[in-house]
T-cell receptor
Framework: KQEVTQIPAALSVPEGENLVLNCSFTDSAIYNLQWFRQDPGKGLTSLLLIQSSQREQTSGRLNASLDKSSGRSTLYIAASQPGDSATYLCAVPGSSNTGKLIFGQGTTLQVKP | DTGVSQNPRHKITKRGQNVTFRCDPISEHNRLYWYRQTLGQGPEFLTY????????KSRLLSDRFSAERPKGSFSTLEIQRTEQGDSAMYLC????????????FGPGTRLTVL
């Protein structure tokens, strides 16, 4: 059974810092991994999708890496801003047929001005 | 492309009442998912449609829950005889099979059962 863990559960940093969020999964037989952002009381916004054949994916100040063999992914945020404050969730497919996602519990990030 | 929409955004109901939520996916997406999220947790899968066929249901989906996607477009999720434990955010997502299956989420419906 696939399980996803995110560490740390919460993180507070001063504006301008570079930071790394971690995601680990127990079953390495995944075909992709998705990172999301969620603002309080809102839905999820897709940030990055990494296919199993890729090692990393970049979008602006965000860079996500994937190491299937070790069951780990990281989300790197460069030059953090107060507007980056949100909960970040990673998710992997629970099976190859349906694509239903198994989520971690998220990392809540606060960037202080 | 207007994204995934959900209605209502908020619903407050009394225990024992029935509620129905609607999800309109991105127009060309053939897959539609329902998830439930409680405070401080990641979303949990409830059910999934490919076109109009409901292909998988989670054990979380008790017999009080029913979902439909009658013409392979919008979907409804009904909860009968609501209980306080049903209070949660109900999220809908859609994707296009075969294109990485990247899922796009709606804003959610926040249900409060009094």
């Amino acid at each position: 059974k696939q399980e996803v863990t995110q560490i740390p559960a919460a993180l507070s940093v001063p504006e301008g810092e570079n930071l790394v969020l971690n995601c680990s999964f127990t079953d390495s037989a995944i075909y992709n991994l998705q990172w999301f952002r969620q603002d309080p009381g809102k839905g999820l916004t897709s940030l990055l999708l990494i296919q199993s054949s890729q090692r990393e994916q970049t979008s602006g100040r965000l860079n996500a890496s994937l190491d299937k063999s070790s069951g780990r992914s990281t989300l790197y945020i460069a030059a953090s801003q107060p507007g980056d404050s949100a909960t970040y969730l990673c998710a992997v497919p629970g099976s190859s047929n349906t694509g239903k996602l198994i989520f971690g519990q998220g990392t809540t990030l606060q960037v202080k001005p | 492309d207007t994204g995934v929409s959900q209605n209502p955004r908020h619903k407050i109901t009394k225990r024992g009442q029935n509620v129905t939520f609607r999800c309109d996916p991105i127009s060309e997406h053939n897959r539609l998912y329902w998830y439930r999220q409680t405070l401080g947790q990641g979303p949990e899968f409830l059910t999934y449609f490919q076109n109009e066929a409901q292909l998988e249901k989670s054990r979380l989906l008790s017999d009080r829950f029913s979902a439909e996607r009658p013409k392979g477009s919008f979907s409804t999720l009904e909860i009968q005889r609501t209980e306080q434990g049903d209070s949660a955010m109900y999220l809908c997502a859609s994707s296009l099979m075969g294109v990485g299956n990247e899922q796009f989420f709606g804003p959610g419906t926040r249900l409060t059962v009094l």
